[in-house]
């Protein structure tokens, strides 16, 4: 007879953006709908298109700032367990990659496990905007399989000049000062500061603040950078998760949408069609206040979804100007809305046709 799986859960926490520091920073601004997009003035952004990000004033180094939210994320545990406690970063890579010939990402990750004082790392994620949820789904099947015990999964990005400019001069950026999921006259995303941490470890020891229950990842295989408009591979990846948690789509009760602002939200919004049906689930884009994160956007948004979980309260989809018919989802506008359900799921898609969904419960 088999032993029954574990389960992995998340009991602890951080994260850092220019919603402010610490998590209940994070919540308060998605749950206002305060949008923290403003002038970058980190660098030079004359003769840019587009000029406006969503930046924290005081933000360190990359590597201060993860080592700072793993600490905040690790509180409580022991020096002795930490350093038997191993890390999986998500990063686009180290900051100064081809300025120096001995800035490598392995050498970075492991700098930043080493401050923080980790085991060592396990893993680099750098699959572009699902670098953070990979790791959390990974980290989870390690857990249920029993391969692991605790880990910390930590993900980052920093506005920066390179990818800054990539995105505006590819016409990705919104020329109107604000990020719009899902809206009609929507005209781009924009870019935000995205560190967060989290530990997950099997339950029963410390105190769970939510367990990933489920998870999905799927591949479009359909372009280089656009998204299948029919959004079959987010759908798939979202069903894989409900399968994994054994529940249907009218036990869920929220979704923190991946949705930007850019045209593939409409293929989003067909996937979570294809996957819940007439579920009816409410839906918002958290990234309309905290901005997209690249890298770090997937974790910081599970932060998130877990913070507003436990409150029971649903963020706002904000920025919003009109409905779109090609977007036809119940999205959650103009105020927060009391969650339903413990169950809430965040999708994530990326650069070449990635797909994931993280599905979390959290005790009702």
Not at 41 to 64: H, P, S
Not at 219 to 243: K, S
Not at 254 to 263: E, I, K, P, T
């Amino acid at each position: 007879m088999s032993e029954p799986a574990l389960r992995a859960g998340i009991t602890g926490l951080a994260a850092v953006s220019a919603l402010g520091r610490g998590a209940q920073a994070q919540l308060a601004g998605a749950l206002a709908g305060a949008a923290a997009f403003g002038p970058v003035r980190r660098f030079d952004v004359a003769g840019r298109r587009v000029t406006a990000a969503a930046t924290l004033a005081d933000a360190g180094t990359l590597a201060d700032e993860l080592v700072g939210v793993i600490d905040e994320a690790c509180a409580g545990i022991g020096a002795a367990e930490r350093a038997n406690t191993p890390l999986l970063l998500g990063i686009h890579g180290h900051p100064d990659a081809g300025r120096s010939a001995t800035a490598t990402t392995a050498g970075f990750a492991a700098a930043v496990a080493a401050r923080a004082g980790l085991a060592g790392v396990a893993k680099v994620y750098t699959c572009a905007c699902v670098s953070g949820s990979t790791a959390v789904a990974d980290s989870a099947a390690s857990i249920r399989a029993g391969r692991s015990g605790r880990v910390v999964v930590a993900a980052g990005y920093l506005v920066e000049p390179d990818q800054f400019a990539l995105f505006d001069a590819g016409r990705a950026l919104a020329t109107d000062g604000a990020a719009r999921p899902f809206s009609t006259g929507r005209t781009g995303l924009l870019l935000g500061d995205a560190v967060s941490a989290v530990v997950l470890e099997p339950v029963g020891g410390r105190e769970v603040l939510a367990e990933v229950v489920g998870w999905g990842r799927a591949g479009d295989a359909h372009h280089a950078v656009r998204p299948d408009p029919g959004g079959h591979g987010m759908a798939r990846a979202v069903r894989a998760a409900l399968v994994r948690a054994g529940i249907g789509p009218d036990q869920l009760g929220y979704v923190n949408a991946n949705a930007s602002g850019a045209d593939g939200d409409h293929a989003e919004a067909a996937a979570l069609r294809e996957a819940l049906g007439t579920a009816g689930v409410p839906v918002s884009s958290t990234k309309s206040v905290h901005g997209h994160g690249l890298e770090g956007s997937g974790l910081l948004e599970l932060v998130v979804t877990v913070l507003a979980a436990q409150a029971g309260k649903l963020p706002v989809n904000a920025g919003h100007l009109g409905a779109d018919p090609a977007c036809a989802l119940d999205l959650v506008l103009d105020a927060p809305r009391q969650a339903a359900s413990p169950y809430a799921l965040t999708v994530n898609a990326a650069f070449g046709g990635a797909n994931t969904a993280l599905l979390v419960k959290v005790a009702a």
